[in-house]
């Protein structure tokens, strides 16, 4: 499997989510040569990145078999339906369309929302988009109040006595970390560099922190700087 990359954007979330559920990849990095300028992506051989995504944008996943997946939602669900047991999104049918809808949330309302403010447009124009940007994450801080994640997932616990030996098996049910989480988290990373204002959403804060110490996280950041 393939995850086609760039250093600090989007595709920390599938990154992320391919750690997590600890499937081998490859990362292959996209390089852009003229900043804004879909012509300029290029793969590592210099070859145009338009020949994997003509609409240049990264990520995309690419199966051994050849087959591509495009679109954050898309792709980190994928992932997360290669190891049900990790519980990396709730494999019920509702529990799995809450973290769709989780997904579609932050990749039209939170990450096309910062759009504007990576690009040269006037100041009134970045306002706005900073305020409709606190507003959203507004409601997800209320939304993480008492809660570690943003969902909960129901966890198989193996029973073990002393010595090792298998007793059994419970379910434990409880806010536990999804694929939503690392999307979120990936947005989550720009805020600094868009001047968008987090004071005071302490839930949404302590949700960052928690993840930036989760070892998946801290590989998928590692990796992505080499
Ligand atoms: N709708 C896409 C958006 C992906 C996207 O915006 N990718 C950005 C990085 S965050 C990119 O590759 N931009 C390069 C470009 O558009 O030229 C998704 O959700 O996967």
Redesign the pocket.
């Known amino acids: 499997m393939k995850l086609y990359y760039?250093s600090g954007?989007?595709?920390l979330s599938p990154r992320i989510a391919l750690e997590e559920a600890g499937i081998p990849y490859e990362a292959v990095r996209?390089t852009?040569q003229k900043m804004?300028?879909?012509e300029?992506?290029r793969l590592p051989d210099g070859s145009d990145f338009r020949a994997v995504n003509p609409?240049?944008?990264?990520?995309v996943l690419e199966l051994d078999d050849g087959r591509r997946l495009?679109?954050?939602?898309a792709?980190v669900l994928y992932i997360a339906d290669l190891v049900p047991e990790k519980q990396l999104a709730p494999q019920d049918s509702f529990g799995h369309s809450k973290v769709l809808e989780r997904l579609c949330f932050i990749?039209s309302e939170l990450?096309?929302g910062f759009?504007p403010l990576f690009m040269d447009v006037p100041d009134a124009v970045k306002t706005s988009a900073r305020g409709h940007l606190r507003h959203r994450f507004s409601w997800l801080d209320q939304e993480l109040q008492g809660r570690d994640y943003q969902f909960d997932t129901q966890l198989l616990i193996e029973e073990r006595d002393t010595t090792g030996n298998l007793l059994g098996h419970h379910h434990q049910s409880g806010p536990g970390f999804t694929v939503a989480d690392g999307y979120l988290f990936t947005v989550l990373s720009w805020t600094e560099f868009a001047q968008v204002d987090l004071a005071g959403l302490t839930n949404l804060l302590a949700f960052r922190a928690r993840m930036a110490a989760r070892p998946a996280v801290q590989r998928a950041l590692a990796l992505e700087n080499q």
């Open positions: 760039q954007t989007c595709s996209v852009n804004g300028d879909p300029g992506q609409l240049s944008y990264v990520p495009f679109e954050n939602p792709i990749g990450h096309m759009t």
